[in-house]
């Protein structure tokens, strides 16, 4: 639960400016959760970013950027480049 909660606030540190600042290795993942768990296209970023779809993507896809891009990275860029970019919205 620590985990995922300093991870949301890492992203939306980072995250205020594009898709593009998302590590590659997280991008999958990411997707895949977006498809699994909301009605958003990958690209209607309010959608995505809207607070009960965000909660849902970051859950369903945490575990599996973890084991993409690895603890550190999930921690230091890929939940402040999400967040970050959440914040721009």
Known sequence: MKFTLALATFVAAVYGQTV?????CAVPCIESAIASQTTCSDT?????CESANFDAIEAASTSCVIA???ADVAINQVLPAVQAL????
């Open 44 to 48: 209607d970023l309010a959608c995505v």
């Open 68 to 70: 993409a891009c690895g």
């Open 20 to 24: 593009a600042d998302i590590p590659a």
């Open 86 to 89: 959440c914040a721009a919205q």
